[in-house]
């Protein structure tokens, strides 16, 4: 079966950085290099946004309130997704969660980091 794992997620004061971590599990290496990854994030009272995507040709893709401070990193032997953010703000605050796109159909979802910036 699938699982994705986020981590890397915690406390940061505002202008700092971190490193989000999305390990998968249960693909074999051919599949996952093939499927487009994303980072989402979900604020309290907000709705679900993406945030960056990497497809699998290493394009990537970002929200606009993240361009510029966010890179969103593949590594396929390890099966890793990295999402680096920097320069962080207190609207950066949220769960951040994984989510793998392979090319049978069906999405799957990490479990979600909680991120907060905060002074």
């Known amino acids: 079966q699938v699982q994705l794992v986020e981590s890397g997620g915690g406390l940061v004061q505002p202008g700092g950085s971190l490193r989000l971590s999305c390990a998968a599990s249960g693909f074999i290496s051919s599949s996952y290099r093939v499927s487009e990854m994303n980072w989402y994030r979900q604020a309290p009272g907000k709705e679900r946004e993406l945030v960056a995507t990497?497809?699998?040709?290493?394009?990537?893709n970002y929200a606009d309130a993240v361009k510029g401070r966010f890179t969103i990193s593949r590594d396929n032997a390890k099966k890793i997704v990295y999402l680096q953010m920097n320069s962080l703000k207190a609207e950066d605050t949220a769960v951040y969660y994984c989510?793998?796109?392979?090319?049978?159909?069906?999405?799957?979802w990490g479990q979600g980091t909680q991120v907060t910036v905060s002074s």
């Open positions: 989510k793998a796109v392979p090319p049978w159909g069906r999405d799957f």
């Open positions: 990497i497809t699998s040709d290493s394009s990537t």
